[in-house]
Protein backbone atom coordinates (compact mmCIF):
# COMPACT_ATOMS: atom_id res chain seq x y z
CA UNK A 1 0.00 0.00 0.00
CA UNK A 2 1.33 3.48 -0.69
CA UNK A 3 -0.57 5.63 1.84
CA UNK A 4 0.33 6.79 5.07
CA UNK A 5 -1.60 6.28 8.05
CA UNK A 6 -0.92 8.89 10.86
CA UNK A 7 -1.53 9.17 14.31
CA UNK A 8 -2.92 12.46 14.98
CA UNK A 9 -0.97 13.69 17.58
CA UNK A 10 0.94 17.09 16.49
CA UNK A 11 4.37 18.29 17.11
CA UNK A 12 4.92 21.79 17.03
CA UNK A 13 8.61 21.89 18.69
CA UNK A 14 11.70 20.39 19.89
CA UNK A 15 12.92 22.15 22.46
CA UNK A 16 17.08 21.37 23.02
CA UNK A 17 17.98 21.33 27.10
CA UNK A 18 21.80 23.04 27.69
CA UNK A 19 24.19 20.61 29.10
CA UNK A 20 22.84 20.82 33.30
CA UNK A 21 19.80 20.22 32.64
CA UNK A 22 20.13 17.14 30.30
CA UNK A 23 22.54 15.66 32.54
CA UNK A 24 19.70 15.03 34.83
CA UNK A 25 18.53 12.39 33.82
CA UNK A 26 14.96 13.19 33.19
CA UNK A 27 13.47 9.66 32.13
CA UNK A 28 11.01 8.96 29.40
CA UNK A 29 8.68 7.38 31.34
CA UNK A 30 5.38 5.50 31.59
CA UNK A 31 3.57 8.09 33.84
CA UNK A 32 0.62 5.64 34.77
CA UNK A 33 -0.83 5.01 38.21
CA UNK A 34 -1.29 1.29 39.18
CA UNK A 35 -3.51 1.81 42.34
CA UNK A 36 -6.44 3.59 42.04
CA UNK A 37 -8.35 3.08 45.37
CA UNK A 38 -8.49 6.58 46.06
CA UNK A 39 -10.32 7.61 42.57
CA UNK A 40 -14.20 8.16 43.29
CA UNK A 41 -16.53 6.30 40.82
CA UNK A 42 -16.97 8.37 37.03
CA UNK A 43 -20.48 9.60 37.15
CA UNK A 44 -21.52 9.12 33.19
CA UNK A 45 -24.14 10.25 31.63
CA UNK A 46 -25.37 8.17 29.08
CA UNK A 47 -27.50 9.28 26.08
CA UNK A 48 -31.63 8.70 26.19
CA UNK A 49 -32.29 6.42 23.09
CA UNK A 50 -34.36 8.35 20.40
CA UNK A 51 -33.54 11.34 22.57
CA UNK A 52 -33.92 14.84 20.28
CA UNK A 53 -34.66 15.53 16.71
CA UNK A 54 -32.30 15.83 13.86
CA UNK A 55 -30.96 19.56 13.30
CA UNK A 56 -31.13 21.67 10.05
CA UNK A 57 -28.34 23.96 11.88
CA UNK A 58 -25.83 22.30 14.03
CA UNK A 59 -24.75 25.47 15.91
CA UNK A 60 -26.98 24.86 19.23
CA UNK A 61 -25.27 21.86 19.66
CA UNK A 62 -22.13 22.71 19.58
CA UNK A 63 -22.48 25.05 21.46
CA UNK A 64 -23.28 23.20 24.05
CA UNK A 65 -20.73 20.35 23.48
CA UNK A 66 -17.60 22.55 22.73
CA UNK A 67 -16.80 22.92 26.68
CA UNK A 68 -16.62 19.40 27.13
CA UNK A 69 -13.86 19.16 24.89
CA UNK A 70 -10.10 19.95 25.89
CA UNK A 71 -7.00 21.18 24.31
CA UNK A 72 -3.71 18.59 25.69
CA UNK A 73 -0.11 19.46 25.81
CA UNK A 74 1.98 17.29 26.78
CA UNK A 75 5.92 17.09 27.27
CA UNK A 76 8.67 14.20 27.59
CA UNK A 77 12.93 14.34 27.63
CA UNK A 78 14.03 12.04 24.63
CA UNK A 79 17.66 10.97 24.46
CA UNK A 80 18.98 12.34 21.38
CA UNK A 81 21.50 9.88 19.26
CA UNK A 82 23.13 12.64 16.65
CA UNK A 83 26.63 11.97 16.10
CA UNK A 84 29.36 14.83 15.08
CA UNK A 85 29.34 13.15 11.30
CA UNK A 86 25.26 14.21 10.98
CA UNK A 87 25.97 17.53 12.03
CA UNK A 88 27.80 20.51 10.24
CA UNK A 89 31.34 21.13 11.48
CA UNK A 90 30.97 24.53 11.28
CA UNK A 91 32.89 26.95 14.01
CA UNK A 92 29.65 28.48 15.18
CA UNK A 93 28.25 24.93 15.97
CA UNK A 94 31.79 23.98 18.27
CA UNK A 95 31.26 27.33 20.06
CA UNK A 96 28.25 26.44 21.29
CA UNK A 97 28.76 21.90 21.95
CA UNK A 98 32.96 22.19 22.28
CA UNK A 99 35.17 19.79 20.59
CA UNK A 100 36.53 16.44 21.58
CA UNK A 101 40.53 17.88 21.90
CA UNK A 102 40.87 17.34 18.28
CA UNK A 103 42.21 20.49 17.46
CA UNK A 104 42.08 20.58 12.94
CA UNK A 105 38.50 20.08 12.87
CA UNK A 106 37.89 17.00 15.02
CA UNK A 107 34.80 15.75 16.47
CA UNK A 108 32.52 17.89 19.03
CA UNK A 109 29.68 16.41 21.27
CA UNK A 110 25.67 17.30 21.12
CA UNK A 111 23.78 17.27 23.86
CA UNK A 112 22.11 14.05 24.88
CA UNK A 113 18.60 15.26 26.25
CA UNK A 114 16.27 17.10 24.29
CA UNK A 115 12.45 17.99 25.20
CA UNK A 116 9.47 16.98 22.91
CA UNK A 117 5.70 18.67 23.24
CA UNK A 118 3.06 17.56 21.76
CA UNK A 119 -0.74 18.86 21.01
CA UNK A 120 -3.52 17.09 20.91
CA UNK A 121 -6.97 17.01 22.41
CA UNK A 122 -9.38 15.23 24.79
CA UNK A 123 -13.20 15.03 26.06
CA UNK A 124 -14.39 15.64 29.66
CA UNK A 125 -16.47 12.61 30.24
CA UNK A 126 -17.47 12.85 34.13
CA UNK A 127 -18.22 16.09 36.30
CA UNK A 128 -15.45 14.22 38.62
CA UNK A 129 -13.04 15.70 35.87
CA UNK A 130 -12.17 12.54 33.85
CA UNK A 131 -10.91 13.16 30.24
CA UNK A 132 -10.77 10.33 27.44
CA UNK A 133 -8.03 10.94 24.88
CA UNK A 134 -5.66 8.65 23.11
CA UNK A 135 -2.32 7.07 24.61
CA UNK A 136 -0.55 8.15 22.10
CA UNK A 137 -1.09 11.52 23.24
CA UNK A 138 0.00 11.21 26.40
CA UNK A 139 2.41 8.02 25.76
CA UNK A 140 5.50 8.41 27.96
CA UNK A 141 4.88 12.01 28.92
CA UNK A 142 6.49 13.72 32.44
CA UNK A 143 3.92 16.57 31.99
CA UNK A 144 0.27 16.75 31.04
CA UNK A 145 -1.22 20.84 30.48
CA UNK A 146 -5.44 20.62 29.88
CA UNK A 147 -6.70 23.94 28.90
CA UNK A 148 -10.47 24.32 28.88
CA UNK A 149 -12.35 26.27 26.48
CA UNK A 150 -13.05 28.84 28.82
CA UNK A 151 -9.09 29.37 29.21
CA UNK A 152 -8.64 27.76 32.45
CA UNK A 153 -5.48 25.63 32.86
CA UNK A 154 -4.42 22.74 34.76
CA UNK A 155 -2.38 19.61 35.10
CA UNK A 156 -3.57 16.81 34.17
CA UNK A 157 -2.26 13.19 35.68
CA UNK A 158 -2.58 10.22 33.42
CA UNK A 159 -5.06 7.80 35.59
CA UNK A 160 -4.25 4.59 33.32
CA UNK A 161 -3.87 3.76 29.31
CA UNK A 162 -4.50 1.06 26.92
CA UNK A 163 -1.80 0.92 24.12
CA UNK A 164 -3.78 -2.07 22.41
CA UNK A 165 -6.73 0.48 21.56
CA UNK A 166 -5.10 3.62 22.09
CA UNK A 167 -6.96 4.78 24.81
CA UNK A 168 -5.92 6.90 27.80
CA UNK A 169 -7.67 8.61 31.34
CA UNK A 170 -6.63 11.91 32.35
CA UNK A 171 -8.05 13.30 35.86
CA UNK A 172 -8.15 17.18 36.24
CA UNK A 173 -8.96 18.57 39.88
CA UNK A 174 -11.74 20.80 38.61
CA UNK A 175 -15.00 22.52 39.24
CA UNK A 176 -18.05 23.82 37.02
CA UNK A 177 -17.36 20.72 34.24
CA UNK A 178 -19.60 19.97 31.39
CA UNK A 179 -19.37 16.42 30.81
CA UNK A 180 -20.33 15.69 27.28
CA UNK A 181 -23.26 12.70 26.97
CA UNK A 182 -22.09 9.57 25.84
CA UNK A 183 -23.63 7.88 23.08
CA UNK A 184 -24.19 3.99 21.73
CA UNK A 185 -21.44 3.85 19.12
CA UNK A 186 -23.10 0.11 18.52
CA UNK A 187 -26.11 1.98 16.90
CA UNK A 188 -23.82 4.17 14.28
CA UNK A 189 -24.93 3.76 10.60
CA UNK A 190 -23.09 4.70 7.46
CA UNK A 191 -23.87 7.81 6.23
CA UNK A 192 -24.77 9.27 9.99
CA UNK A 193 -23.64 12.62 10.13
CA UNK A 194 -20.38 13.28 11.91
CA UNK A 195 -19.23 15.97 13.60
CA UNK A 196 -15.35 16.18 14.47
CA UNK A 197 -13.95 18.50 17.40
CA UNK A 198 -10.61 19.37 18.68
CA UNK A 199 -7.45 20.94 18.57
CA UNK A 200 -6.23 20.49 14.93
CA UNK A 201 -2.52 21.36 14.37
CA UNK A 202 -2.61 23.46 17.55
CA UNK A 203 -5.17 26.83 16.01
CA UNK A 204 -7.92 26.41 18.55
CA UNK A 205 -11.21 24.44 18.73
CA UNK A 206 -12.25 23.53 15.64
CA UNK A 207 -15.18 22.23 14.08
CA UNK A 208 -15.63 19.90 11.13
CA UNK A 209 -18.88 18.12 9.55
CA UNK A 210 -18.71 14.52 7.80
CA UNK A 211 -20.73 11.67 8.07
CA UNK A 212 -19.49 8.22 8.91
CA UNK A 213 -18.53 6.25 5.87
CA UNK A 214 -18.04 2.86 7.41
CA UNK A 215 -17.84 0.87 10.56
CA UNK A 216 -16.11 -1.98 11.95
CA UNK A 217 -13.08 -1.33 10.44
CA UNK A 218 -9.81 -3.25 11.61
CA UNK A 219 -6.76 -4.90 10.74
CA UNK A 220 -4.99 -1.47 9.71
CA UNK A 221 -2.31 -2.49 11.92
CA UNK A 222 -2.81 1.10 13.99
CA UNK A 223 -3.44 -0.74 17.09
CA UNK A 224 -3.60 -4.02 17.91
CA UNK A 225 -7.45 -4.25 18.75
CA UNK A 226 -9.51 -2.69 16.09
CA UNK A 227 -13.03 -1.61 15.81
CA UNK A 228 -12.87 1.87 13.99
CA UNK A 229 -15.68 4.20 12.74
CA UNK A 230 -14.11 6.02 9.65
CA UNK A 231 -15.66 9.22 8.62
CA UNK A 232 -14.73 11.64 6.07
CA UNK A 233 -15.22 14.75 8.71
CA UNK A 234 -11.90 16.46 8.63
CA UNK A 235 -9.46 15.79 11.47
CA UNK A 236 -5.84 16.73 11.45
CA UNK A 237 -3.24 16.52 13.53
CA UNK A 238 -3.62 17.58 17.26
CA UNK A 239 -7.30 15.85 16.77
CA UNK A 240 -6.26 13.49 18.70
CA UNK A 241 -8.24 12.25 21.68
CA UNK A 242 -10.82 14.73 20.13
CA UNK A 243 -14.54 13.88 19.75
CA UNK A 244 -16.37 12.17 17.10
CA UNK A 245 -20.46 13.21 17.51
CA UNK A 246 -23.26 12.76 16.02
CA UNK A 247 -26.37 15.00 15.25
CA UNK A 248 -27.37 15.10 18.85
CA UNK A 249 -24.31 15.79 20.43
CA UNK A 250 -23.45 12.64 21.59
CA UNK A 251 -20.07 10.94 21.80
CA UNK A 252 -19.85 8.43 19.48
CA UNK A 253 -15.99 8.11 18.90
CA UNK A 254 -12.39 9.40 19.91
CA UNK A 255 -10.51 10.69 16.59
CA UNK A 256 -7.30 8.59 16.57
CA UNK A 257 -5.60 8.43 13.00
CA UNK A 258 -5.99 9.59 9.49
CA UNK A 259 -4.73 8.36 5.55
CA UNK A 260 -2.61 11.19 4.82
CA UNK A 261 -0.48 9.62 1.49
CA UNK A 262 2.74 11.57 3.24
CA UNK A 263 0.84 15.08 3.45
CA UNK A 264 0.38 14.61 7.02
CA UNK A 265 -2.64 16.41 6.40
CA UNK A 266 -6.73 14.86 6.20
CA UNK A 267 -7.43 13.15 2.85
CA UNK A 268 -10.85 12.63 3.99
CA UNK A 269 -10.73 9.05 5.88
CA UNK A 270 -10.02 9.28 9.49
CA UNK A 271 -10.55 6.42 12.20
CA UNK A 272 -12.34 7.05 15.52
CA UNK A 273 -12.19 4.82 18.72
CA UNK A 274 -15.95 3.77 19.11
CA UNK A 275 -17.22 5.35 22.35
CA UNK A 276 -18.15 1.85 23.94
CA UNK A 277 -14.59 0.23 23.36
CA UNK A 278 -13.39 3.40 25.38
CA UNK A 279 -16.26 3.46 27.84
CA UNK A 280 -15.46 -0.17 27.97
CA UNK A 281 -11.61 0.18 28.74
CA UNK A 282 -12.48 3.39 30.87
CA UNK A 283 -14.10 1.11 33.28
CA UNK A 284 -11.48 -1.21 33.58
CA UNK A 285 -8.81 1.51 34.16
CA UNK A 286 -10.72 3.37 37.08
CA UNK A 287 -12.18 0.36 38.81
CA UNK A 288 -8.90 -2.07 38.90
CA UNK A 289 -6.23 0.27 37.06
CA UNK A 290 -5.18 -2.15 33.80
CA UNK A 291 -7.44 -3.50 30.86
CA UNK A 292 -7.77 -7.59 31.03
CA UNK A 293 -9.29 -8.90 27.89
CA UNK A 294 -11.13 -12.65 27.69
CA UNK A 295 -8.87 -14.97 25.82
CA UNK A 296 -10.42 -17.72 23.30
CA UNK A 297 -6.69 -19.33 22.04
CA UNK A 298 -7.07 -19.68 17.99
CA UNK A 299 -5.60 -18.20 14.94
CA UNK A 300 -8.34 -16.89 13.29
CA UNK A 301 -8.30 -16.44 9.23
CA UNK A 302 -11.30 -14.81 6.94
CA UNK A 303 -12.80 -17.68 4.58
CA UNK A 304 -12.37 -16.90 1.41
CA UNK A 305 -13.88 -18.38 -1.86
CA UNK A 306 -10.97 -20.24 -2.78
CA UNK A 307 -10.77 -21.68 1.19
CA UNK A 308 -14.27 -22.38 1.20
CA UNK A 309 -14.16 -24.45 -2.06
CA UNK A 310 -10.97 -26.25 -0.77
CA UNK A 311 -12.97 -27.11 1.97
CA UNK A 312 -15.95 -28.40 0.10
CA UNK A 313 -17.84 -25.40 1.50
CA UNK A 314 -20.38 -23.72 -1.03
CA UNK A 315 -20.26 -19.96 1.08
CA UNK A 316 -17.47 -17.86 1.99
CA UNK A 317 -19.24 -17.52 5.24
CA UNK A 318 -17.51 -17.70 8.88
CA UNK A 319 -14.07 -17.53 10.17
CA UNK A 320 -11.19 -20.80 9.99
CA UNK A 321 -9.37 -21.99 12.88
CA UNK A 322 -5.68 -21.30 11.22
CA UNK A 323 -4.01 -22.47 14.38
CA UNK A 324 -4.90 -23.38 18.06
CA UNK A 325 -2.81 -22.54 21.02
CA UNK A 326 -1.60 -25.15 23.52
CA UNK A 327 -3.44 -25.52 26.84
CA UNK A 328 -6.07 -22.53 25.68
CA UNK A 329 -9.31 -22.75 26.67
CA UNK A 330 -10.40 -23.21 22.52
CA UNK A 331 -7.94 -26.41 23.11
CA UNK A 332 -9.91 -27.43 25.88
CA UNK A 333 -13.56 -26.75 24.69
CA UNK A 334 -12.01 -29.23 22.16
CA UNK A 335 -11.79 -26.86 18.76
CA UNK A 336 -9.93 -28.05 16.16
CA UNK A 337 -7.35 -26.74 12.98
CA UNK A 338 -9.70 -26.65 10.42
CA UNK A 339 -13.21 -25.82 12.24
CA UNK A 340 -14.73 -22.86 11.11
CA UNK A 341 -16.28 -20.52 13.20
CA UNK A 342 -19.99 -19.56 11.96
CA UNK A 343 -21.35 -18.00 14.89
CA UNK A 344 -20.28 -15.88 18.30
CA UNK A 345 -23.36 -16.30 20.62
CA UNK A 346 -25.87 -16.70 18.36
CA UNK A 347 -24.79 -13.92 16.04
CA UNK A 348 -23.50 -14.54 12.21
CA UNK A 349 -19.16 -14.10 12.74
CA UNK A 350 -18.18 -12.83 9.53
CA UNK A 351 -14.18 -11.26 9.98
CA UNK A 352 -11.71 -12.51 12.08
CA UNK A 353 -11.61 -9.22 13.25
CA UNK A 354 -14.68 -9.05 14.53
CA UNK A 355 -14.52 -12.19 16.07
CA UNK A 356 -10.81 -10.91 18.30
CA UNK A 357 -13.06 -7.64 19.33
CA UNK A 358 -16.38 -9.68 20.91
CA UNK A 359 -13.84 -11.74 22.65
CA UNK A 360 -11.74 -9.17 23.57
CA UNK A 361 -15.09 -7.16 24.98
CA UNK A 362 -15.68 -9.84 27.49
CA UNK A 363 -14.36 -10.61 31.13
CA UNK A 364 -12.74 -13.82 31.84
CA UNK A 365 -14.48 -16.54 32.79
CA UNK A 366 -17.00 -15.98 30.38
CA UNK A 367 -18.71 -18.19 28.26
CA UNK A 368 -18.63 -18.04 24.44
CA UNK A 369 -21.26 -20.39 22.95
CA UNK A 370 -19.77 -21.35 19.11
CA UNK A 371 -21.64 -23.17 16.24
CA UNK A 372 -19.02 -24.54 14.15
CA UNK A 373 -18.54 -26.43 11.16
CA UNK A 374 -16.31 -29.32 11.20
CA UNK A 375 -16.60 -31.83 8.36
CA UNK A 376 -19.68 -30.73 6.79
CA UNK A 377 -21.33 -31.20 10.08
CA UNK A 378 -22.59 -27.95 12.05
CA UNK A 379 -22.15 -28.87 15.38
CA UNK A 380 -21.87 -26.37 19.27
CA UNK A 381 -19.47 -25.66 21.75
CA UNK A 382 -18.85 -24.06 24.63
CA UNK A 383 -15.82 -22.46 25.24
CA UNK A 384 -14.88 -20.64 28.86
CA UNK A 385 -12.69 -17.79 28.43
CA UNK A 386 -9.66 -17.12 30.27
CA UNK A 387 -7.70 -14.09 31.05
CA UNK A 388 -5.41 -12.99 28.09
CA UNK A 389 -1.91 -14.00 28.46
CA UNK A 390 -0.19 -10.32 29.10
CA UNK A 391 3.17 -10.82 30.93
CA UNK A 392 6.03 -8.94 30.04
CA UNK A 393 9.01 -7.79 31.18
CA UNK A 394 10.83 -4.51 30.47
CA UNK A 395 14.28 -3.67 31.82
CA UNK A 396 14.55 -0.60 33.18
CA UNK A 397 17.50 1.42 34.98
CA UNK A 398 16.16 0.26 38.69
CA UNK A 399 17.35 -2.94 37.73
CA UNK A 400 21.25 -3.39 38.30
CA UNK A 401 22.07 -6.92 38.39
CA UNK A 402 24.09 -8.70 35.55
CA UNK A 403 23.12 -8.24 32.29
CA UNK A 404 20.00 -5.88 33.13
CA UNK A 405 22.36 -2.85 32.73
CA UNK A 406 22.85 -3.84 28.87
CA UNK A 407 19.45 -4.97 28.25
CA UNK A 408 17.92 -1.42 29.37
CA UNK A 409 15.06 -0.53 27.34
CA UNK A 410 14.23 -4.03 25.81
CA UNK A 411 10.56 -5.22 26.21
CA UNK A 412 9.38 -8.49 25.67
CA UNK A 413 6.60 -10.48 26.12
CA UNK A 414 5.83 -14.67 25.44
CA UNK A 415 4.81 -16.02 22.08
CA UNK A 416 1.43 -17.56 20.93
CA UNK A 417 0.22 -18.66 18.36
CA UNK A 418 -1.20 -15.92 16.84
CA UNK A 419 1.77 -13.58 17.37
CA UNK A 420 4.33 -16.88 15.51
CA UNK A 421 2.05 -16.56 12.34
CA UNK A 422 2.08 -13.08 12.43
CA UNK A 423 5.95 -13.64 12.47
CA UNK A 424 6.01 -16.06 10.29
CA UNK A 425 7.74 -18.87 12.78
CA UNK A 426 6.70 -21.78 13.77
CA UNK A 427 3.83 -22.28 16.40
CA UNK A 428 6.24 -24.89 17.98
CA UNK A 429 9.47 -22.12 18.10
CA UNK A 430 10.30 -21.20 22.01
CA UNK A 431 11.57 -18.03 23.23
CA UNK A 432 10.16 -14.76 24.23
CA UNK A 433 9.68 -12.15 21.60
CA UNK A 434 10.85 -8.58 22.00
CA UNK A 435 7.88 -6.15 21.82
CA UNK A 436 9.59 -3.01 21.92
CA UNK A 437 12.96 -1.40 22.14
CA UNK A 438 14.20 1.63 23.02
CA UNK A 439 16.16 3.40 19.99
CA UNK A 440 18.77 5.02 22.15
CA UNK A 441 19.11 1.59 24.00
CA UNK A 442 22.77 -0.30 23.54
CA UNK A 443 21.27 -3.59 22.27
CA UNK A 444 19.12 -1.34 19.44
CA UNK A 445 22.91 -0.33 18.66
CA UNK A 446 23.57 -3.81 18.70
CA UNK A 447 21.18 -4.79 16.22
CA UNK A 448 18.54 -6.23 18.34
CA UNK A 449 15.12 -5.37 16.68
CA UNK A 450 11.40 -5.21 17.54
CA UNK A 451 9.76 -8.71 16.42
CA UNK A 452 13.44 -10.59 16.92
CA UNK A 453 12.63 -13.98 19.36
CA UNK A 454 15.06 -14.61 21.94
CA UNK A 455 15.50 -18.10 22.68
CA UNK A 456 18.54 -18.82 24.57
CA UNK A 457 20.42 -16.22 26.80
CA UNK A 458 24.42 -16.65 27.22
CA UNK A 459 23.48 -20.33 25.98
CA UNK A 460 20.52 -21.00 28.65
CA UNK A 461 17.44 -21.32 26.83
CA UNK A 462 14.57 -19.47 27.74
CA UNK A 463 10.79 -20.42 27.01
CA UNK A 464 8.89 -17.62 28.16
CA UNK A 465 9.41 -14.32 30.74
CA UNK A 466 9.95 -15.79 34.07
CA UNK A 467 12.93 -17.53 32.32
CA UNK A 468 13.93 -14.83 30.79
CA UNK A 469 14.25 -12.78 33.78
CA UNK A 470 15.97 -15.12 35.31
CA UNK A 471 18.50 -15.63 32.36
CA UNK A 472 19.27 -12.09 32.39
CA UNK A 473 19.94 -11.57 36.12
CA UNK A 474 22.41 -14.81 36.11
CA UNK A 475 24.32 -12.98 32.60
CA UNK A 476 27.61 -10.83 32.93
CA UNK A 477 27.76 -7.09 32.04
CA UNK A 478 27.53 -8.33 28.01
CA UNK A 479 24.86 -10.83 27.60
CA UNK A 480 24.80 -13.13 24.29
CA UNK A 481 21.84 -13.76 22.68
CA UNK A 482 20.55 -15.90 20.49
CA UNK A 483 17.81 -14.70 18.18
CA UNK A 484 15.29 -15.96 15.18
CA UNK A 485 14.49 -13.71 12.96
CA UNK A 486 12.53 -13.94 9.54
CA UNK A 487 13.38 -17.63 9.67
CA UNK A 488 17.11 -18.19 10.77
CA UNK A 489 19.04 -17.46 13.70
CA UNK A 490 21.30 -15.22 14.99
CA UNK A 491 23.94 -14.38 17.73
CA UNK A 492 23.81 -10.59 19.14
CA UNK A 493 25.73 -9.20 22.46
CA UNK A 494 25.34 -5.78 23.72
Known amino acids: MNYLISLLKSKPAVLALGFALGAAGLGWAHNTEKSLSSNPPATLKLADPGEGPSKSSYAPLVKEVLPSVVNISSSKV ?65 DVQVVLSDKREFKARIVGSDPKTDVAVLKIDARNLTPITIGDSSKVQVGDVALAIGNPFGVGQTVTKGIIS ?20 PINPGNS ?105 GQPVTDSNQLRMSVSMMPPGSELKL ?26 SNDQEGGSKALEGVEVSNLNASIAHELNIPASTKGVVVTDIDPASKMADSGLQKGDVIQEVNHQPVSNVSEFQGAIRKSGSEPLLLVSREGRTLFITA
Open 78 to 142: VHNRMSSEEMPMDPFFRQFFGQDGNEGGGHFNMPRDSREKALGSGVIVSPEGYILTNNHVVDGAT
Open 214 to 233: ATGRGNLGIEAYEDFLQTDA
Open 241 to 345: GGALINDRGELVGINTAIISHGSGGSQGIGFAVPANLARNVMGQILKTGHVTRAYLGIYPQDVTPAMAKAFGEKDSQGIIVGDVSANSPAQKAGIQRGDIILQIN
Open 371 to 396: RILRNGTERDETVKLAEMPTETAKVD
